[in-house]
């Protein structure tokens, strides 16, 4: 049975069985990188066993029905870097995946009254902005060709992607760019603000922007090295006719995870969930809670450095668990669910539901980014919060009831230690969410019939990831590129698959194919 069927529940054998034979490979975590790796190694031949610690497989790229009716994916709920190699190797569209893009682009509103909407559409966008901010119609295009010119030296759709393998060094990313300057600090040097005010005047068109330079990164938007977070976030491929595209996943995202094990178990890799890992005994294989020995020549960890370096105890390299320890590993983000009687409505455009297929982004002034940033790192809330929102039954109404709603809710910043408590002030942070949002709407609270509220410690307890980091640590460019960490360790045996791996974070696939490769002795 497919376990897109089951919502990624399989039919795990008995222990005993499983710990009968000596396996090629055991991957630690059912995340999709794990399960990617997975797929790919049964594929070359090798007897693959995947052990998920929780009864669901996906890891933060899964689904759950907090409640009736409503498909929830509780941490991953866009898709935009998922790799078409990986796509298209592990034939997960015969198997049933479908991505719609988020044609309506980028909205936001602003306390004005005003409001942009920067559209996937390029003539549409051309007349957006010809209309909001005329005058920074050119820097918006230099901008632009920027990113999708260092997109297509570094990421061109073939086989020289650079994703496609080891991470290049500095100096191979500078000759793959030409040594050309506005390319080397986009990636490298530049804060997104400082980008921002070297192509756009319009002080509320920069508003609209700064958020993409800290997705998912504890850092102030006008740290150093920023710009490179909306690069990366910039940089996909899965629609060939518009990179940098983002979308949705019919069904949920947590279907990617589901297909994906549909391939692995198809090559023949068995899956096990509810069977958490207790230790790692490289050139042995991996302990179980019971002491029970599951033998493996190779034991590749899709779950997060940290995860590994504490599995493997006093096995532990002490200059790879080194590096491991120098990434930041907090997160700073919130995700929030929220089940709606209706979608939300603008008031800044009260005659039109368009904005309601975009991105949906609730500014922040210079000041309330910087402040925000302070309080969050003292462990308090901000004032306000940056907010990302989707409105999933946009695009596909399938996962919640008919007339109902459902709405992704990423924000930030969070403390990760949150001054009283995440279990004393979860509600509070939600209200806080929705605050954020709602004072650019008329009746958002009204329509609100059900929130799911993870901090980052929920993050952490619920999925697995340690400290709570959507990306298994930051990537800024000081952790990226040749700095991130490679499949191989120095541990006999022992192989990372996980987003902590290059070439970083989000729901991707790649790192668990390069991974695999990596086993195969097939990675270049």
């Known amino acids: ?75 991953a709920y866009l898709a935009g870097l998922l790799h078409p190699v990986v796509i298209d190797e592990l034939e997960l569209r015969r198997r049933g995946f479908r991505w719609i893009p988020a044609d309506g682009g980028l909205f936001v509103p602003f306390e ?56 290049p060094s500095r100096e191979r990313i500078a000759e793959l760019v030409d040594h050309d300057e506005e390319a080397l600090g986009l990636l490298f040097t530049w804060s997104q603000a400082e980008m921002l005010e070297r192509y756009l005047d319009d002080e509320r068109l920069r508003a609209a922007l700064m958020g993409q330079g800290v997705i998912g990164t504890n850092a102030s938007p006008f740290d150093a ?94 200059g790879w668990r080194a590096q491991v320890d120098a990434v930041p590993i907090r997160g700073c983000t919130v995700k929030v669910t929220l089940a709606l ?79 009283g408590g995440w279990d004393a002030r979860r509600d509070e942070v939600g209200a806080l969410a929705v605050r954020s949002i709602a004072r650019f709407c008329d009746g958002f609270e009204d329509a609100i019939e059900g929130m799911e509220v993870l901090g980052p410690p929920d993050i952490e307890r619920e999925v697995g990831l340690t400290g709570g980091h959507i990306f298994q640590g930051e990537c800024l460019p000081e952790h990226m590129w040749d700095r991130r960490l490679t499949p191989a360790t120095p541990m006999d045996g022992v192989w990372l698959a996980g987003a902590g791996t290059y070439p970083g974070g989000s729901v991707m696939g790649i790192n668990g194919r390069n991974a695999a490769m990596a086993v195969l002795g097939e990675l270049r």
């Open 1 to 75: 049975m497919s376990l897109v069927t089951t919502l990624g529940r399989p039919a795990t054998p008995p222990l005993a069985e499983l710990a009968a034979r000596r396996w090629d490979a055991v991957i630690v975590g059912g995340g999709h990188n794990g399960l990617t790796a997975a797929a790919y190694l049964a594929r070359a031949g090798r007897s693959v066993l995947v052990l998920e610690a929780r009864e669901q497989l996906g890891g933060a790229c899964t689904l759950r029905e907090p409640w009736a009716g409503y498909r929830v994916s509780p941490c």
């Open 112 to 167: 004005d009254g005003s409001s942009v909407q920067l559209w996937e559409d390029d003539a549409r966008l051309e007349a957006e902005l010809a209309r909001f901010a005329p005058g920074d119609l050119a820097g918006y295009r230099a901008m632009s060709a920027l990113m999708d010119r260092v997109r297509e030296a570094l990421r061109p759709a073939d086989e020289r992607d650079v994703w496609l393998g080891a991470a």
């Open 341 to 419: 009687s209706a979608p939300p409505r603008f008031t800044a455009r009260p005659d039109s539901d368009e904005h309601q297929t975009a991105q949906i982004n609730t500014p922040l002034t210079d000041a309330q980014w910087r402040d925000g940033f302070a309080a969050a790192s003292r462990g308090e809330l901000p004032e306000l919060l940056w907010t990302e929102d989707y409105l999933q039954t946009a695009y596909d109404p399938s996962i919640a009831p008919p007339g109902k709603h459902l709405l992704s809710v990423f924000a930030q910043y969070v403390p990760y230690d949150l001054d």
């Open 225 to 318: 090295g920023t710009a490179s977070i909306h690069f990366h976030h910039s940089s996909g491929r899965i629609d060939p006719d518009r990179p940098g595209t983002w979308g949705f996943v019919e069904g949920g995202m947590g279907t990617v995870s589901f297909l994906i094990a549909d391939a692995a178990q198809e090559a023949g890799a068995v899956l096990a969930a509810g069977v958490p890992v207790a230790g790692i005994e490289p050139g042995r294989g991996v302990l179980l809670d019971d002491g029970t020995l599951i033998e493996a020549r190779d034991v590749v960890v899709g779950a997060d450095p940290q995860v590994a370096a504490r599995l493997l105890g006093d096995a532990v390299d002490a």
